[in-house]
């Protein structure tokens, strides 16, 4: 469909209003943001021998990515407030009902720009962020040196293992202090309980050994060097290498091959807001067989339904403007924003609740809000396009 004088008139006047509205959200933010790192960032510019203007750019771009994505739904919301709420006020809100055109069809591109903004959030979520997470995961004062990362206990169903560290250290994939708990299986009868070291490195796949973790300096057990590799007696591929067998290992070493890497291993709850979908489902089929999913899984359904929530909030907001068209754009914008800080909050309840697997499981928490409120949110709209 063409898009008329007047479509292009309202397009661009909320494309114009969002850029505002982006650029004083975002641009908050950071001034707070240095004023409070104002050190750690200029530290982090000497250690690198650049330019703070440098290191300012390459950590708040990736930052400013960030806010775009997770303030989306509300920067559609206010663009589309505050662009009716203008016309409403130099009243070509008022020649344009005249002159027969409906609210419906004022209201159409700018529910199309709206949609357009929340699926480009969602493309940004899955395909931008997700190669910035080391750095979105960080704070200021950690982008000089080898930061410590916190290591998630991940468990290997197939080799009965459960895989702790005391930190991380992103750059180089490492484990600081590894502890592997063996609950069963082949590296059991070889090797005992417990596997401790002081590092463990994570190497991808070559000629010499499938992926997994390269263990140095082991601690337990102490005679690591004179134990027989352990082998998987179904697939008779070898899960566990020692010098014993493999020349190429150095002595007190051994190589645990796993299929969980070590992006699998990153601790906190702050890495999924930074993974890509496909990210999680994969974290979650390495803890297959445990009950420590529940968080996995919200996070998913969240991912899945995050556009429909996005174009919910957007709906829940749109009648309140049609209704009273009379009232400040402002009083307005509170109203609605009442309306959305609610409705987040019920969001975030069930998802909570569904993390915890007690009182609701994670699929209804996460799509009971969709079920509950997007039709009755489409109604009201209807209903005031109609009014």
Not at 144 to 155: D, I, K, L, M
Not at 267 to 293: F, H, M, V
Request: charged share 15%.
């Amino acid at each position: 469909m063409l898009l008329t004088k007047i479509d292009r008139y309202l397009l661009t006047l909320y494309f114009r209003i969002l850029l505002i509205c982006f650029s004083s959200i975002a641009g908050l933010l950071i001034v707070i943001h240095i004023f409070g790192n104002l050190d750690d960032l200029s530290r982090s510019g000497a250690s690198n021998q650049t330019s703070v203007w440098k290191v300012l750019l390459s950590y708040y771009l990736p930052f400013t990515i960030s806010v775009f994505e997770r303030v989306s739904a509300l920067l559609a919301l206010l663009a589309l407030l505050f662009t009716i709420g203008w016309l409403n006020r130099t009243n070509e809100l008022t020649a344009l009902l005249a002159a027969g055109v409906s609210k419906r069809r004022v209201i159409r591109p700018l529910l199309s720009a709206s949609l357009c903004v929340i699926l480009a959030a969602a493309a940004v979520r899955e395909t931008v962020i997700p190669r910035y997470q080391d750095l979105l995961d960080r704070k200021p004062g950690e982008l000089v040196g080898e930061a410590p990362r916190p290591v998630r206990p991940t468990y290997d169903p197939h080799l009965f293992a459960l895989i702790q560290g005391r930190h991380l250290i992103a750059s180089r994939q490492e484990i600081v202090e590894p502890n592997l708990r063996i609950q069963g299986g082949p590296i059991l009868s070889s090797l005992g309980p417990k596997v401790i070291a002081k590092q463990a490195v994570f190497l991808t796949a070559t000629d010499q050994h499938p992926a997994g973790f390269l263990l140095t300096n082991v601690m337990t057990p102490r005679n690591v060097d004179a134990k027989s590799s352990a082998v998987d007696p179904e697939s008779g591929q070898v899960i566990m290498m020692t010098p014993k067998d493999f020349d190429w290992l150095h002595a007190q070493s051994c190589f645990f091959v796993t299929n969980i890497d070590y992006e699998a291993l990153r601790g906190g709850n702050s890495w999924q807001n930074y993974a890509s979908t496909l990210e999680i489902i994969s974290r979650l089929k390495a803890e297959r067989g445990t009950k420590s999913g529940n968080d996995l899984r919200v996070s998913i359904h969240q991912r899945l339904t995050r556009p429909a929530i996005d174009w919910t909030v957007l709906l829940l907001g749109i009648p309140v403007l049609l209704s009273r068209p009379d009232r400040h754009m402002f009083w307005v914008a509170g109203v609605s924003l009442a309306i959305v800080s609610s409705f987040t909050a019920v969001v975030m309840g069930l998802a909570a609740a569904g993390s915890s697997g007690y009182l609701i499981s994670p699929l209804l928490a996460t799509w009971l809000p969709l079920i509950l409120f997007l039709p009755w949110a489409w109604a009201k709209t209807l209903q005031a396009m109609e009014t």
